[in-house]
């Protein structure tokens, strides 16, 4: 059984910042990729930011370009995201996610991700 579970969310005004963790944990469980997805109400998943292992490649979505760092450690299956300048428009639920197979780049859609942890919520208040 693979888990990944979040911490770290909260409610925080326009202009501040929040760190959410994540941690994996399972039998034999490695990764290619980690990174963040995020959904607020009445709107699709989408892509936040990740990491892939090999190359220690980033990639970041262009909303959160310049205020977010994801960054993490491979061999201890944890993944973190810094959130700066939060805005009311980041107010979402944040998920961890993990994929298994090789990846050369840094996947941004659902399907090509394994794991999902249950979701962190994070309110930016105006």
């Known amino acids: 059984q693979v888990q990944l579970v979040e911490s770290g969310g909260g409610l925080v005004q326009a202009g501040g910042s929040l760190r959410l963790s994540c941690v994996a944990s399972g039998r034999a469980f490695s990764t290619s990729t980690m990174g963040w997805f995020r959904q607020a109400p009445g709107k699709d998943r989408e892509f936040v930011a990740g990491?892939?292992?090999?190359?220690?490649?980033?990639r970041y979505a262009d909303s959160v370009q310049g205020r977010f760092t994801v960054s993490g450690d491979n061999a201890k299956n944890t993944l973190y995201l810094k959130m700066n300048d939060l805005k009311p428009e980041d107010t979402a639920v944040y998920y961890c996610?993990?994929?298994?197979?090789?990846?050369?780049?840094?996947?941004?859609?659902?399907?090509?991700?394994?794991?999902w942890g249950q979701g962190t919520q994070v309110t930016v208040s105006s």
């Open positions: 990491i892939a292992w090999a190359g220690s490649r980033i």
């Open positions: 996610v993990a994929r298994r197979r090789l990846a050369s780049t840094v996947a941004t859609t659902n399907a090509e991700y394994d794991y």
